[in-house]
């Protein structure tokens, strides 16, 4: 079964980093294309950075651009986004997605969730002082 599962969220201050990370125990994570999505409260689902599984080809948000990082490590089978200078309207559930499509994944192109097939359960990170 093809499920992804987030990790290392939590309660930071504004400015502060988080580190996540998708894991995987049942399927390989390098074969897949990653994205992470968010939802807010009362707002729409949304994509925050994607990885390829061709060529390491990467996407942000605007919103994220210069303070997000994701990264893949093969060995340890995992996708991992650094978020730095977190702001609290970065405040919100953040999903991991996997789909073995890499055009799910291409630079200057928004990401679509409706091409994402399998689905983490969530991380919660909230930015409040």
């Known amino acids: 079964q093809v499920q992804p599962m987030e990790s290392g969220g939590g309660l930071v201050q504004p400015g502060g980093s988080l580190r996540l990370s998708c894991a995987a125990s049942e399927f390989t994570l390098g074969e897949y294309t990653i994205g992470w999505f968010r939802q807010a409260p009362g707002k729409e689902r949304e994509g925050v950075s994607c990885?390829?599984?061709?060529?390491?080809?990467?996407w942000y948000a605007d919103s994220v651009k210069g303070r997000f990082t994701i990264s893949r490590d093969n060995a340890k089978n995992t996708v991992s986004v650094q978020m730095n200078t977190l702001r609290p309207e970065d405040t919100a559930l953040y999903y991991c997605?996997?789909?073995?499509?890499?055009?799910?994944?291409?630079?200057?192109?928004?990401?679509?969730?409706?091409?994402?097939?399998?689905w983490g359960q969530g991380t919660q990170v909230t930015v409040s002082s």
């Open positions: 997605a996997a789909t073995q499509d890499p055009g799910a994944c291409v630079a200057d192109v928004n990401m679509d969730a409706a091409e994402y097939d399998y």
């Open positions: 990885i390829d599984n061709l060529d390491g080809e990467t």
